[in-house]
């Protein structure tokens, strides 16, 4: 995948990819901090920071290092200014990752909640789940493989 990749992560495969960085979620992550550019809204960053600074993530991670995940996601992402307000989910807050991903020119959009998968694509833009990105990336990391063991 090359390096124009745009993608826009929903908040709660975020989440999974910092509590559990080497399951599905935490790979495609990865992969796309990687392999493209990671989106990101001030709504976004603000769900977030919200979430992460609840105590029942303390058994996980500690509140220094959610901190400074959020901190390092910031600084490696592009923020984007939302540019169209859209209507279109049954959840306003599904409405602002849509909103992120046409106002920032996404590629991708990669969530779990399936109230966004249906809408796949939505204007030209693929919503995937993560394992399913990782599918899509697969090829490269395959490749790569091959020529390590060359």
């Known amino acids: 995948m090359n390096s124009d990749q745009r993608f826009v992560f929903d908040a ?3 989440i999974s ?3 559990f960085n080497a399951s599905v979620p935490g790979q495609a992550f990865a992969r796309c901090l990687e392999s493209g550019t990671l989106l990101v809204s001030q709504s976004l960053i603000q769900e977030l920071h919200d979430v992460l600074g609840r105590a029942k993530f303390n ?3 500690t509140r220094e290092e959610r901190e400074r995940f959020l901190g390092v996601l910031i600084r490696e992402s592009e923020l ?3 540019t169209e307000k859209l209507t279109v989910c049954r959840d306003p807050a599904d409405d602002r990752l849509l909103e992120l991903a046409v106002s920032g020119r996404a590629t991708t959009v990669v969530t ?3 109230d966004l998968l249906v809408l796949n694509p939505f204007r030209g ?3 995937v789940t993560a394992a399913v990105l990782l599918s899509m990336l697969g090829n490269d990391t ?3 493989d091959a020529h390590e063991q060359e």
Do not use: M, T
Request: no cysteine; charged share 20%.
């Open 12 to 14: 709660n495969v975020i």
């Open 17 to 19: 990819a910092l509590l």
């Open 59 to 61: 058994r996980y991670v």
């Open 80 to 82: 984007v200014q939302i």
């Open 112 to 114: 779990g909640d399936n």
């Open 125 to 127: 833009i693929p919503i």
């Open 142 to 144: 395959e490749k790569s």
